[in-house]
C-alpha cells in the first residue's frame, strides 16, 4: 500500500529493541521519506507528548504529500524538482 501505515524493522532481535525511533512514511519499497525521530519510552505513541506530537507531524507530511500527488518515489522526486 502506497503511504501506508506499517513497522518497518532493519532486523528481528532476541535482546531489548533500540529506545530510539525514526519515524518515516513509506513511498515504495525500500524508499522512505524520514519525518522525524524520537525516544521512545512507552508501548504506544499516543501515551507520551513527545512521541505525539511525531505522530502528528508524519500525518501532516503524509496528508501534504498526497495533496502534491506524491504518493511514490517518482512522484516525491517530481515535487522535490518543483519545489526547488
Not at 16 to 37: E, M, N, V
Not at 58 to 82: C, H, K, S, T
Amino acid at each position: 500500500m502506497v503511504l501506508g501505515r506499517e513497522k518497518a524493522r532493519l532486523w528481528q532481535r532476541a535482546e531489548h529493541a533500540s529506545w530510539l525511533r525514526l519515524y518515516a512514511i513509506k513511498l515504495d519499497p525500500g524508499c522512505y521519506t524520514i519525518t522525524g525521530g524520537a525516544i521512545k519510552l512507552t508501548h504506544t505513541m499516543q501515551e507520551r507528548e513527545h512521541t505525539l506530537n511525531e505522530l502528528k507531524k508524519m500525518e501532516q507530511v503524509r496528508n501534504l504529500l498526497i495533496e502534491q500527488g506524491a504518493i511514490d518515489a517518482n512522484g516525491f522526486e517530481d515535487y522535490l524538482n518543483e519545489t526547488a
